[in-house]
T-cell receptor
């Protein structure tokens, strides 16, 4: 019952460092998403993908990059970490588009940039 | 612009009290509506969803929500809350063929034992 798996769960980065948040799903879902969650702000969509090789920007894409080389994996890359990127990051997936479909979330990755 | 508004940021209730959390949306066209719940330290889970049919939707753990199209609302209700309902609740909306979902800012629910 793996579902959506994210790593790492916790990470502290220094300003200017780079890192990749890994996300994989074993449900053969076509759609995958990256959200960030800030206190009192709800979830904001960073990037999403409708299938392997296809990605698109969400509401807050600046400072991030993604790739989707396989159906299972959707890594999120931070190139030059900034304090404003301190947040909780959630990867999610759904079988097809969100019309009527449930989104399944990973357990989250807590990132602190100092 | 597409948006979801949850006006109650933090609600505090006693056990057995009735609950209603407000959700209003702005979205052109046919909508799908969701309530997700995030228990402390856990990831988001689907509570219930509406995409067609009966506007009164029943979800897990005794929750229900009513879609009122004329008011652009999808309020969440529970007749009698329990301490275990302490969590953050998110309303969300998407178009019927949309590829992404828009979330509200969330309502934190605290239940006094």
């Amino acid at each position: 019952n793996a579902g959506v798996t994210q790593t790492p769960k916790f990470r502290i980065l220094k300003i200017g460092q780079s890192m990749t948040l890994q996300c994989t799903q074993d449900m053969n879902h076509n759609y995958m998403y990256w959200y960030r969650q800030d206190p009192g702000m709800g979830l904001k969509l960073i990037y999403y993908s409708v299938g392997a090789g296809i990605t698109d920007k969400g509401e807050v894409p600046n400072g991030y990059n993604v790739s989707r080389s396989t159906t299972e994996d959707f890594p999120l890359r931070l190139e030059l970490a900034a304090p404003s990127q301190t947040s909780v990051y959630f990867c999610a997936s759904s079988l097809t588009g969100t019309g009527g479909n449930t989104i399944y979330f990973g357990e989250g990755s807590w990132l602190t940039v100092v | 612009a597409q948006s979801v508004s949850q006006h109650n940021h933090h609600v505090i209730l006693s056990e057995a009290a009735s609950l209603e959390l407000g959700c209003n949306y702005s979205y052109g066209g046919t909508v799908n509506l969701f309530w997700y719940v995030q228990y402390p330290g856990q990831h988001l889970q689907l509570l219930l969803k509406y995409f067609s049919g009966d506007p009164l939707v029943k979800g897990i753990k005794g929750f229900e929500a009513e879609f009122i199209k004329s008011k652009f609302s999808f309020n969440l209700r529970k007749p009698s809350v329990q301490w275990s309902d302490t969590a953050e609740y998110f309303c969300a909306v998407s178009g019927s063929s949309a590829s992404k979902i828009i979330f509200g800012s969330g309502t934190r629910l605290s239940i006094r034992p």
